[in-house]
């Protein structure tokens, strides 16, 4: 009995064994990778990546998940992307990605998507696919770029597929739809092709129209050629048939006793009349052909003229479109010219505003504290202004007479005949020093009064007045008690 129960003992434990390990043993599906996390048992990495068969996950220190190689089509509506010409240019396109199944890639797959859904992962790889698309167009031409797809979409995948792969996406295929610009100039690129298109087409038709009537001409001539060879030649062989068919008579006759003269005059007739024949032949022959190269050179003419004029529409053509580029080129290069010098004008004119504006504030300043020193009297502050020009109002009154030259003066002094000792010539140079404008003279013109203790001008009692007033002037200061 205790042998029985040991043995049905390791017979259960066995069982129970079979049925963990069963349990804890994980497949991966082909479409999916399978990901196992957590102790890796001195693997060096956090985790492991399974693609196909399977493999034993431990319970408490390990566990598994799942991720799907389900290919994703994302669309990435790229507009204004700047190409290398400064054109911003729209690029709509749809790429389709999966998560790699490749063991150098898998891993990245693990430690970036595990657990992330399905919109997360294509948001990640849209923004990566745009950045990387935006720096592809930019290093290309628009030439470049919508003349060869082959080599735009191959520059694509170099710059994209790497960073896919860095987050463990795959590229599989890249799909440009349609690419436009703001600038139209991909149209106008297609309407250039196009006009250079037909215009090869019209030559090409030119050239076969050309060897068409050339052939057609040829054949027409041979075939008149031949014909008049075969009638020339059933002829001669009727007459000469004729002609043996007489001979064999004049022989007939020759035997019957009818002369030889008879049977030479025969011969003679039928060897005309067979030249005869030949020479009308010969002139049929050299009608039709003078005729064909007639027609030949015809054909010749019309192609020449056809072609010439399909060259010269094509080269117009050219010359039309350089003009229009040209001209275009020219208004550009003036706008851009005269927007130059409208700034630099305005700049120029802001410039001296803002100086004139500085110069007006600086005087109104220092006028408004000139005011204030003369303790807000304007007069005085005027008077003081007046008085800083003086010397420069004396230099120019002494500068209008600097300049007088007098050769020579000659006075006969008789003496004034007034008794007071004085003679003419004293008066003269009396009269001469009046004549110039005293100091307070030049202030009265220029609307201000000086102060009397720089003298006054005037008759006695304008002098007397002045005097006056200064007295009543001063009397307050000296007592300000009165």
Known sequence: MPYMLMVALGIIIVFITIVFLVNRYRKCPSDKILVVYGFMFGEGRSSKCIHGGGTFVWPLIQDYAYMSLTPMTINIPLTGALSQQNI??????????????????????A????????????????NIIIGQLRLT???????????????????????????????????INVNI??????????????????????NKAKVDVAIQDKLGSIGESEARKDKDIQVANNDASAQKGIKKAEAEKRCYVADQESLAIKGENEAKQTIALSNAELKVIEAEAFRKAEVAKREAEVEIQKAQYSAEKQRLNAAEVAKQEIDKQKIIIE???????????????ADAILFKYKAEAEGQKALLEAKAEGYKRLVQSAGDDVNAASTLLMIEKLQDIVTLQTEAIRNIKIDKVTVWDRGNG?????????????????????????AKMAGLQLPTYLGSVGGKEEQAAAQAAAAATAAPKANPKA
Request: charged letters at 25%; glycine letters at 6%; one cysteine or more.
């Open 88 to 109: 911003r240019i729209n690029v709509p396109s749809s790429f389709t990605v999966q998560i790699s199944p490749d063991e150098n890639i898998m891993g990245n797959a």
């Open 111 to 126: 430690d970036c998507l595990l657990n992330q859904s399905v919109d997360d992962i294509e948001d990640m790889a849209r």
């Open 137 to 171: 167009v930019a290093s290309l031409t628009i030439e470049e770029i919508n003349g060869d797809r082959e080599n735009f979409q191959t520059k694509i995948r170099i710059n994209v597929e790497p960073e896919l792969n860095k987050i463990g996406l795959n590229l």
């Open 177 to 198: 739809t349609d690419i436009t610009d703001e600038a139209d100039y991909i149209a106008s690129i297609g309407k250039k092709a196009a006009s250079e298109a037909v």
């Open 327 to 341: 001209a275009e080129a020219a208004a550009e290069k003036a706008r851009q010219i005269a927007q130059g010098d």
């Open 418 to 442: 007034s008794g007071d000792g004085k003679t003419s010539t004293a008066d003269f140079l009396s009269g001469m020093v009046k004549s110039l404008p005293p100091l307070h003279d030049v």
